[in-house]
C-alpha cells in the first residue's frame, strides 16, 4: 500500500492534519460516511477503470455511479473496471482504499461534477480505514483533475 505515500504528498503541502484515520473500515461509502459522520454524498469514490490509453480513476460522489453512456461519448469506449489484484496494479491502490493521490505515473484523474459544489468532501487516503477532508477545489488543484459530467443519481429502491 502507498498510505505513506498519501501521507508524505499531504505532509509535503502542510495538509497532514487533513487526513482522518478510522478504527472501522472506510471501504464503501456507507461505511465511510459512518465513519466521518456525514451524508453519502459528500463520501467522494475513486473509480479506477482501464482505458485504450491507459488507466484512470473518476472521483465522484456517494450517491452517484458512472453512467455508461456518457463514459463512452467522453472517452469513446465501454467503462472497464480492473478486477482484484489489477486495482493495485493499476493505480497503485487496494481495493477500498483507491485515491487521487499518489498514483502510480500514467495515471490520469477526473473529477465529476457530482463533487463540484459541495463545502467538503472525503475521498480516500490510500487505506481501507481512512479518508481526506478537501474541499473541491483542493481535490482539483491537488491531483490536477479535469472536471467532466459522466455521473447520475443512484435511484433509491
Known amino acids: ?15 497532514a492534519n487533513r487526513i482522518l484515520t478510522f478504527s472501522q473500515s472506510s471501504a464503501t461509502v456507507e461505511l465511510a460516511a459512518r465513519a466521518v459522520g456525514c451524508p453519502p454524498q459528500y463520501i467522494v469514490k475513486t473509480l479506477a477503470f482501464k482505458t485504450k490509453t491507459g488507466p484512470i480513476v473518476i472521483c465522484a460522489a456517494g450517491n452517484v455511479r458512472v453512467d455508461n ?3 463512452k461519448a467522453f472517452f469513446g469506449e465501454k467503462a472497464v473496471f480492473p478486477h482484484g489484484e489489477d486495482v493495485e496494479l493499476l493505480t497503485g491502490h487496494p481495493a477500498g482504499g483507491v485515491c487521487p493521490f499518489a498514483l502510480l505515473p500514467g495515471v490520469r484523474v ?3 461534477e457530482s463533487i463540484r459544489n459541495f463545502e467538503q468532501v472525503y475521498p480516500a487516503a490510500g487505506a481501507p480505514d481512512n479518508a481526506v477532508r478537501l474541499s473541491p477545489q483542493e481535490l482539483q488543484k491537488l491531483t490536477g483533475g479535469e472536471w467532466i459530467n459522466i455521473c447520475k443519481l443512484i435511484p433509491f429502491e
Do not use: C, N, P
Open 1 to 15: 500500500m502507498r498510505v505513506q505515500e498519501v501521507k508524505d504528498f499531504f505532509a509535503s503541502r502542510g495538509l
Open 69 to 71: 453512456q456518457k463514459f
Open 110 to 112: 477526473y473529477l465529476d
